[in-house]
């Protein structure tokens, strides 16, 4: 229990005042001595040669020689304090009359206001340093406050206002002094003096001047002890409300209250000379202080109730005993041995107060709004009884019938309140008596139970008795009838009454046996009771488990979608790499065209070239033929031209080939490049689709599995055990399906890409074996060419030779033009050769770009598909761990259930047991044996004769029977033999 749950005691500090002038004078011994320090009071003094000497310890303790500024100071400022902080204070003084209450409260109050620098005189009591200190803690923090001050006098249980404005009315003085204000409950569980004058004061100053305008109308009366002794209790409370602000911004009022009672003298009314008209006032003020002494009685005593409705001054106070106010009590004691008895007394009583103990609560802060509303209705409420006052449509009745009626509803409120009380008390007292009448009916069913029992044994032992009696009467019969036997009689009559007398050992046994049976019931009821809390801790946790199994399905569900989420980004980032090297392919062929391009250009320019340089020297050789014409025979000639007309006819022929084949070339290459475009096209739109269908394959496969998940998890709450099995192996079947869909998807896309590689390869190799074949078609033809063109620049020469004589000048022309055609002819060769060479090279070149892609490309698609498998892996692993983690889980429980139906059972079957080998017990010890204990009565043979009637063998008893012709003494010797008999030996008999 917290420090403020048990409360906190009432703090009590004692202050012993010095001698007085008239006891210095009259030379007083002093009885009291106080010790600051040790906080410890004694009073030691002899009287009538009786010795007191006694020591009580308090809070606080100020002697004679402790200022007003030290009690102050040490004892009261924390209390103030408080009061700022928000909580309700009251300091009480109590004392004898003249022991300085009123000068530790008020102190030398027509002095105590403040000087020029703000301080006060040295004597100012606690209420003018209190004042000051509110005022200066609330200047210097600056705050927005409001202090509100009310100073009342009870006095004969009559409460009067001590601010109430004088009025100028006809009334004589005595009549205004009695005035009386009533007090009312609140309806907050607390009271309120009516009509109390509530001064709101902005300074110090201003509660001084009220202060001592009220210490002015107070009751005073002369006693023989002193002569401005107070005989009324007087109340000054302080109400301070302070403005504050929220980090929020909102506007809290915090509210503490702090109240002052100085209490009228505590003695002896004899002592203190009151007579006649003051004996009433004596016996009220008595019965206010009689009624706080019987107050802290019952709070130190605990006392289920506290009579603080027996006075207005506890009525009053009520808060401040036992209640949610901080109190603080000064007692205050004269050190002079006439006061002894008071001393004494007020030690006492004071010690006995040290014993209350409040339970200090902070005032709850308003809200600014709610308390403005308060106000409102307040003024309302004020504003219809001014009205009502006003207008004389109220409700009016007498005086005397309204103190009347509000002593009777006083009178009601005790009785309510007491009616209470007995009804509390009754309560308590039905339940006690319900509890002990429920015990009276368990014990009564306990004792039918046993009654019930007992008498089925006794029912059974009466019938055993009564057949026994049957066999005495019946063995006695015998006995008259034959004489002879009489000794064998008598023996077989001990014999019976031993039997009885065993029978009824074994009854008392029986009896025993029932009791700790019982007892033993008892005890398994017990245990039955403790397995049951067995039962319910285990139930409990099991709930608790399912709870955490649930939790842990839960998390697996959300882990589950944190790593189909992964896959989602992997996924998302496979087919980036995948787009990023399909663009890189893309970039790649167009690169290769552009190649293609520029080559087929080159080739075009080099024939152009070519075709150029050819026409440039056919037309040299036909102007070279012309203006050699007329130097050359005309026969010769024209057979020449002829020849050259042919010449240059198959030359031009052989040309226009060549540019056909290079033509064919160039389209066969665009169809190549073409071919190539629509392949990486093909790879393109198989590649989004194989993203698409990836894509849509995943998001199915999420959906699918998210759904299978919830409602796995569903069910796996209601029938954990099978349904987790059965989640488990859907789940890895789901999983391994999607694995296997997917190993197959990629398994496809890597055979159809592999598919498109080498059918791209293929087209490749065979554009390559084209290209080649061209090319050698190319340097075949323009071999054939070269050989035809040797061929007639041989013709050409041998015509020159014959035309050598004739065209000297032209054979020159005839050399040059075959120099320049031979020169042309090489250049041509070796173009064509360099061309072909480029576009081998550029062929290859290609061939390894689009096999370091595809080799790129594989090398990515293998990697990304690897890690796929690598992440499915992983979180396949997870997903087992978490269901192998809720399977041990479960497997815990069904072990734990599975260890405690164990041991229930075993629990279970040793009580079974117990229980049958006592009532095993019980009926073996009903069997007549020769081990059970015999108790006999005084005519009952000794066990010696018992014995030796025991010992006798069975068959020469049987036999003398029979020689006899004795049946009853033959049963009599077996009843003698009753260890060889059974269970129901004389049936057997019979
Ligand atoms: N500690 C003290 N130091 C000096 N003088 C004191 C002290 N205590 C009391 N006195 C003086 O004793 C006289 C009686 O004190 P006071 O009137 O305060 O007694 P009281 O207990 O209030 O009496 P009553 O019950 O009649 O009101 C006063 O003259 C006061 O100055």
């Given at each position: 229990m917290s420090?403020?749950e048990?409360?906190?005691?009432?703090?009590?500090?004692?202050?012993?005042?010095?001698?007085?002038?008239?006891?210095?004078?009259?030379?007083?011994?002093?009885?009291?001595?106080?010790?600051?320090?040790?906080?410890?009071?004694?009073?030691?003094?002899?009287?009538?040669?009786?010795?007191?000497?006694?020591?009580?310890?308090?809070?606080?303790?100020?002697?004679?020689?402790?200022?007003?500024?030290?009690?102050?100071?040490?004892?009261?400022?924390?209390?103030?304090?408080?009061?700022?902080?928000?909580?309700?204070?009251?300091?009480?003084?109590?004392?004898?009359?003249?022991?300085?209450?009123?000068?530790?409260?008020?102190?030398?109050?027509?002095?105590?206001?403040?000087?020029?620098?703000?301080?006060?005189?040295?004597?100012?009591?606690?209420?003018?340093?209190?004042?000051?200190?509110?005022?200066?803690?609330?200047?210097?923090?600056?705050?927005?406050?409001?202090?509100?001050?009310?100073?009342?006098?009870?006095?004969?249980?009559?409460?009067?206002?001590?601010?109430?404005?004088?009025?100028?009315?006809?009334?004589?003085?005595?009549?205004?002094?009695?005035?009386?204000?009533?007090?009312?409950?609140?309806?907050?569980?607390?009271?309120?003096?009516?009509?109390?004058?509530?001064?709101?004061?902005?300074?110090?100053?201003?509660?001084?001047?009220?202060?001592?305008?009220?210490?002015?109308?107070?009751?005073?009366?002369?006693?023989?002890?002193?002569?401005?002794?107070?005989?009324?209790?007087?109340?000054?409370?302080?109400?301070?409300?302070?403005?504050?602000?929220?980090?929020?911004?909102?506007?809290?009022?915090?509210?503490?209250?702090?109240?002052?009672?100085?209490?009228?003298?505590?003695?002896?009314?004899?002592?203190?000379?009151?007579?006649?008209?003051?004996?009433?006032?004596?016996?009220?003020?008595?019965?206010?202080?009689?009624?706080?002494?019987?107050?802290?009685?019952?709070?130190?005593?605990?006392?289920?109730?506290?009579?603080?409705?027996?006075?207005?001054?506890?009525?009053?106070?009520?808060?401040?005993?036992?209640?949610?106010?901080?109190?603080?009590?000064?007692?205050?004691?004269?050190?002079?041995?006439?006061?002894?008895?008071?001393?004494?007394?007020?030690?006492?009583?004071?010690?006995?107060?040290?014993?209350?103990?409040?339970?200090?609560?902070?005032?709850?802060?308003?809200?600014?709004?709610?308390?403005?509303?308060?106000?409102?209705?307040?003024?309302?409420?004020?504003?219809?009884?001014?009205?009502?006052?006003?207008?004389?449509?109220?409700?009016?009745?007498?005086?005397?019938?309204?103190?009347?009626?509000?002593?009777?509803?006083?009178?009601?409120?005790?009785?309510?309140?007491?009616?209470?009380?007995?009804?509390?008390?009754?309560q308590k007292?039905y339940d006690e008596l319900n509890g002990r009448y429920i015990e009276q009916v368990q014990q009564c069913s306990d004792l039918s139970n046993k009654?019930?029992?007992?008498?089925?044994?006794?029912?059974?032992?009466?019938?055993?008795?009564?057949?026994?009696?049957?066999?005495?009467?019946?063995?006695?019969?015998?006995?008259?009838?034959?004489?002879?036997?009489?000794?064998?009689?008598?023996?077989?009559?001990?014999?019976?009454?031993?039997?009885?007398?065993?029978?009824?050992?074994?009854?008392?046994?029986?009896?025993?046996?029932?009791?700790s049976l019982f007892l033993k019931i008892g005890r398994e009821d017990k245990l039955s009771s403790d397995n049951r809390a067995v039962v319910n801790n285990f139930q409990a946790e099991l709930a608790q488990q399912v709870g955490y199994l649930c939790n842990t399905v839960a998390t697996s569900?959300?882990?589950?979608?944190?790593?189909?989420?992964?896959?989602?980004?992997?996924?998302?980032?496979?087919?980036?790499?995948?787009?990023?090297?399909?663009?890189?392919?893309?970039?790649?062929?167009?690169?290769?065209?552009?190649?293609?391009?520029?080559?087929?250009?080159?080739?075009?320019?080099?024939?152009?070239?070519?075709?150029?340089?050819?026409?440039?020297?056919?037309?040299?050789?036909?102007?070279?033929?012309?203006?050699?014409?007329?130097?050359?025979?005309?026969?010769?000639?024209?057979?020449?031209?002829?020849?050259?007309?042919?010449?240059?006819?198959?030359?031009?022929?052989?040309?226009?080939?060549?540019?056909?084949?290079?033509?064919?070339?160039?389209?066969?290459?665009?169809?190549?490049?073409?071919?190539?475009?629509?392949?990486?096209?093909?790879?393109?739109?198989?590649?989004?689709?194989?993203?698409?269908?990836?894509?849509?394959?995943?998001?199915?496969?999420?959906?699918?599995?998210?759904?299978?998940?919830?409602?796995?998890s569903e069910k796996l709450i209601a029938d954990m055990t099978t349904l987790v099995s059965d989640h488990?192996?859907?789940?890895?079947?789901?999983?391994?399906?999607?694995?296997?869909?997917?190993?197959?998807?990629?398994?496809?896309?890597?055979?159809?890409?592999?598919?498109?590689?080498?059918?791209?390869?293929?087209?490749?190799?065979?554009?390559?074996?084209?290209?080649?074949?061209?090319?050698?078609?190319?340097?075949?033809?323009?071999?054939?060419?070269?050989?035809?063109?040797?061929?007639?620049?041989?013709?050409?020469?041998?015509?020159?030779?014959?035309?050598?004589?004739?065209?000297?000048?032209?054979?020159?022309?005839?050399?040059?033009?075959?120099?320049?055609?031979?020169?042309?002819?090489?250049?041509?060769?070796?173009?064509?050769?360099?061309?072909?060479?480029?576009?081998?090279?550029?062929?290859?070149?290609?061939?390894?770009?689009?096999?370091?892609?595809?080799?790129?490309?594989?090398?990515?698609?293998?990697?990304?598909?690897?890690?796929?498998?690598?992440?499915?892996?992983?979180?396949?692993?997870?997903?087992?761990?978490s269901i192998a983690g809720m399977l041990n889980v479960v497997n815990n429980h069904s072990n734990t259930l599975k260890t405690f139906r164990e041991d229930h059972a075993g629990q279970a079957a040793s009580i079974e047991d117990k229980a049958r080998e006592t009532f095993?017990?019980?009926?073996?010890?009903?069997?007549?044996?020769?081990?059970?204990?015999?108790?006999?009565?005084?005519?009952?043979?000794?066990?010696?004769?018992?014995?030796?009637?025991?010992?006798?063998?069975?068959?020469?008893?049987?036999?003398?029977?029979?020689?006899?012709?004795?049946?009853?003494?033959?049963?009599?010797?077996?009843?003698?033999?009753?260890?060889?008999?059974?269970?129901?030996?004389?049936?057997?008999?019979?």
């Amino acid at each position: 229990m917290s420090q403020k749950e048990k409360g906190v005691n009432v703090q009590v500090l004692l202050r012993c005042r010095p001698f007085s002038d008239d006891e210095l004078r009259s030379n007083a011994p002093q009885v009291v001595t106080c010790n600051d320090h040790m906080r410890e009071v004694a009073v030691s003094q002899n009287i009538a040669g009786k010795h007191i000497d006694r020591v009580f310890t308090f809070d606080k303790v100020f002697g004679p020689s402790a200022r007003q500024k030290d009690l102050y100071d040490q004892a009261i400022i924390p209390i103030v304090n408080e009061v700022l902080e928000g909580f309700n204070c009251t300091i009480f003084a109590y004392g004898q009359t003249g022991t300085g209450k009123t000068y530790t409260m008020e102190g030398e109050c027509k002095r105590s206001k403040s000087g020029p620098n703000g301080e006060l005189p040295a004597e100012a009591g606690v209420i003018p340093r209190a004042v000051k200190q509110i005022f200066d803690t609330l200047e210097s923090q600056n705050a927005e406050y409001s202090v509100k001050v009310t100073f009342l006098e009870l006095y004969n249980e009559e409460i009067t206002d001590l601010l109430a404005p004088e009025e100028l009315s006809k009334v004589s003085l005595e009549e205004k002094q009695k005035k009386q204000l009533p007090l009312m409950e609140d309806g907050k569980g607390g009271v309120l003096v009516r009509g109390l004058e509530e001064e709101i004061v902005t300074s110090a100053n201003e509660i001084f001047t009220l202060l001592e305008r009220g210490s002015a109308k107070r009751r005073t009366a002369e006693t023989l002890l002193n002569k401005q002794s107070s005989r009324s209790h007087s109340l000054f409370s302080i109400t301070i409300h302070i403005k504050e602000a929220t980090p929020e911004g909102e506007e809290l009022i915090k509210c503490g209250k702090l109240n002052l009672v100085d209490l009228a003298g505590s003695e002896n009314i004899s002592r203190s000379g009151a007579r006649e008209g003051r004996a009433r006032e004596a016996g009220e003020i008595n019965k206010s202080l009689l009624t706080l002494g019987r107050v802290i009685n019952a709070l130190v005593e605990h006392l289920g109730h506290v009579p603080y409705r027996d006075s207005k001054l506890t009525r009053l106070l009520r808060d401040s005993l036992g209640g949610r106010t901080k109190t603080c009590i000064i007692a205050t004691v004269s050190p002079a041995v006439h006061c002894l008895e008071e001393t004494l007394s007020t030690l006492d009583y004071a010690h006995r107060a040290k014993h209350i103990k409040n339970k200090p609560e902070v005032n709850q802060k308003m809200m600014k709004s709610t308390l403005i509303k308060d106000l409102y209705g307040e003024i309302e409420r004020l504003k219809a009884e001014v009205y009502a006052t006003r207008e004389k449509n109220g409700v009016y009745i007498p005086k005397d019938r309204y103190y009347q009626e509000e002593s009777e509803k006083k009178a009601m409120a005790d009785q309510i309140e007491q009616m209470g009380l007995r009804i509390e008390n009754h309560q308590k007292q039905y339940d006690e008596l319900n509890g002990r009448y429920i015990e009276q009916v368990q014990q009564c069913s306990d004792l039918s139970n046993k009654l019930d029992t007992t008498q089925k044994n006794l029912k059974k032992t009466s019938e055993l008795l009564a057949y026994t009696e049957d066999e005495l009467k019946k063995f006695q019969y015998t006995v008259k009838e034959k004489d002879y036997i009489i000794s064998e009689q008598k023996k077989a009559e001990n014999a019976l009454a031993h039997q009885a007398c065993v029978l009824r050992a074994d009854l008392e046994k029986a009896l025993q046996d029932n009791a700790s049976l019982f007892l033993k019931i008892g005890r398994e009821d017990k245990l039955s009771s403790d397995n049951r809390a067995v039962v319910n801790n285990f139930q409990a946790e099991l709930a608790q488990q399912v709870g955490y199994l649930c939790n842990t399905v839960a998390t697996s569900l959300s882990e589950q979608n944190e790593h189909l989420q992964c896959v989602e980004k992997l996924c998302h980032s496979f087919l980036g790499v995948h787009d990023k090297v399909v663009l890189d392919l893309r970039k790649k062929v167009a690169d290769l065209r552009n190649l293609y391009i520029s080559h087929i250009e080159a080739v075009q320019n080099v024939v152009r070239l070519h075709k150029a340089g050819s026409d440039d020297v056919l037309e040299e050789l036909a102007s070279l033929i012309s203006s050699n014409g007329d130097s050359i025979q005309e026969s010769s000639l024209s057979t020449q031209q002829g020849e050259l007309a042919v010449f240059a006819r198959d030359l031009r022929n052989r040309f226009n080939v060549s540019v056909e084949q290079i033509k064919d070339i160039s389209d066969r290459s665009q169809e190549f490049v073409d071919k190539l475009f629509k392949e990486s096209k093909k790879l393109e739109d198989f590649a989004s689709e194989a993203e698409q269908m990836q894509m849509n394959c995943i998001a199915d496969f999420r959906k699918s599995f998210e759904e299978q998940s919830r409602s796995d998890s569903e069910k796996l709450i209601a029938d954990m055990t099978t349904l987790v099995s059965d989640h488990i192996r859907r789940q890895m079947d789901l999983v391994d399906e999607k694995l296997v869909d997917l190993r197959q998807s990629s398994v496809n896309s890597k055979t159809f890409l592999d598919k498109h590689v080498s059918t791209v390869g293929e087209i490749m190799s065979h554009a390559k074996r084209k290209w080649e074949s061209f090319c050698v078609q190319a340097e075949k033809e323009n071999k054939d060419t070269a050989d035809y063109s040797a061929a007639k620049h041989c013709r050409m020469e041998l015509l020159m030779q014959q035309s050598v004589s004739t065209a000297g000048s032209a054979l020159e022309h005839v050399k040059s033009t075959h120099k320049a055609v031979n020169e042309k002819g090489s250049k041509h060769v070796s173009a064509s050769m360099s061309l072909i060479s480029n576009a081998r090279d550029s062929n290859e070149q290609h061939d390894m770009e689009i096999n370091s892609a595809r080799v790129a490309a594989e090398e990515d698609v293998a990697k990304n598909s690897e890690d796929l498998y690598e992440q499915f892996d992983v979180m396949s692993a997870q997903e087992r761990e978490s269901i192998a983690g809720m399977l041990n889980v479960v497997n815990n429980h069904s072990n734990t259930l599975k260890t405690f139906r164990e041991d229930h059972a075993g629990q279970a079957a040793s009580i079974e047991d117990k229980a049958r080998e006592t009532f095993q017990q019980h009926y073996r010890d009903y069997e007549p044996s020769g081990n059970t204990p015999v108790r006999c009565e005084p005519d009952v043979p000794s066990k010696g004769t018992i014995d030796s009637l025991r010992s006798l063998p069975m068959e020469s008893l049987l036999e003398e029977f029979r020689e006899n012709n004795s049946s009853e003494h033959f049963e009599a010797a077996k009843e003698l033999k009753p260890s060889l008999i059974p269970r129901s030996p004389l049936s057997a008999l019979n």
